[in-house]
């Protein structure tokens, strides 16, 4: 659980690797876009901040978090280092919000067990919209800053494996 407060996204560059030869792919869900596109910008400010040229970064949009997971399969393909699935899930009155983040977190997963590019998981499963917000860009960082990283990371493992 995030402490209060906490600025969840703040890294050390310089622990950072190298990621100017890099390729990324990200996948963006349309729902819940005022979240979606936050997580967004702070992926995109990453990758940038850390030597990722703009040519190198492909963005595809798909309709809602259930499809991030075709997308991302489809992005795989795309001679990309690493992939980052961008969504947002908030809990609602029914169980569609059990189904939805269960599915896009073992489909996810399943990419990255089946496929040799990674596949980054920022999927945020909230509670409410402050929460997401919360962790979009808000009070809590940008999880889409921590998903760039982890995908620089990633990526430079599968190199170096």
């Not at 699935?85 to 089946?114: P, R, Y």
């Not at 920022?122 to 921590?146: F, P, Y």
């Amino acid at each position: 659980m995030a402490t209060e407060n906490k600025n969840l996204s703040e890294y050390d560059k310089a622990s950072i690797p190298n990621a100017k030869d890099f390729r990324f792919g990200i996948v963006v869900s349309e729902w819940n876009d005022t979240i979606t596109e936050g997580l967004f910008q702070g992926a995109l400010n990453a990758l940038i901040e850390n030597e990722v040229s703009s040519e190198n970064i492909i963005r595809w949009n798909v309709p809602g978090s259930y499809e991030l997971i075709f997308g991302s399969k489809k992005m795989q393909e795309q001679h990309v280092d690493a992939v980052i699935a961008i969504g947002s899930v908030i809990q609602g009155e029914t169980k569609h919000f059990d189904f939805v983040c269960e599915a896009v977190s073992q489909g996810i997963k399943d990419l990255n067990i089946l496929h040799h590019v990674p596949v980054i998981f920022c999927v945020l499963t909230d509670n409410n919209m402050q929460q997401a917000i919360d962790r979009s860009g808000g009070i809590h960082g940008n999880k889409g800053t921590e998903a760039a990283i982890a995908a620089i990371k990633m990526a430079d493992l599968n190199r170096k494996a």
